[in-house]
């Protein structure tokens, strides 16, 4: 499985940003998707997550009712729709790959794929 994630960039506090993920995979649709994130010098955290088919999603809870998480199997790609930003959101987005949810909530040593990142940078 390859990723590549894209829709980067700089936001003022308070606005919206969508970074998307496109997945080389003949067998997309049997990987449950996440994006993780990491600020500079801290660790690398999951963000929200979602399942095969798109019908359970897992968010963590300082992106709860902000961020949606999204996936079309039929294009392979996944979506992190991102609003009401705030400066703390600043960080490196990546994509990701793995069997489970259970997987994905043990941290990146869960993950099997990752894509390179993309940049989210929310000004104040």
């Known amino acids: 499985v390859q990723l590549q994630a894209s829709g980067g960039g700089l936001v003022q506090a308070g606005g919206s940003l969508r970074v998307s993920c496109a997945a080389s995979?003949?067998?997309?649709?049997?990987?449950?998707m996440a994006w993780f994130r990491q600020a500079p010098g801290k660790e690398r955290d999951l963000v929200a997550g979602?399942?095969?088919?798109?019908?359970?999603?897992y968010y963590a809870d300082s992106v709860k009712g902000r961020f949606t998480i999204s996936r079309d199997n039929t294009k392979n790609m996944v979506y992190l729709q991102m609003n009401s930003l705030k400066p703390e959101d600043t960080a490196v987005y990546y994509c990701?790959?793995?069997?489970?949810?259970?997987?994905?909530?043990?941290?990146?040593?869960?993950?099997?794929?990752w894509g390179k990142g993309t940049q989210v940078t929310v000004s104040s």
């Open positions: 990701a790959a793995a069997k489970t949810l259970g997987a994905v909530v043990r941290g990146p040593d869960g993950v099997d794929y």
């Open positions: 995979a003949r067998d997309f649709e049997d990987w449950y």
């Open positions: 979602i399942s095969w088919g798109g019908g359970s999603t």
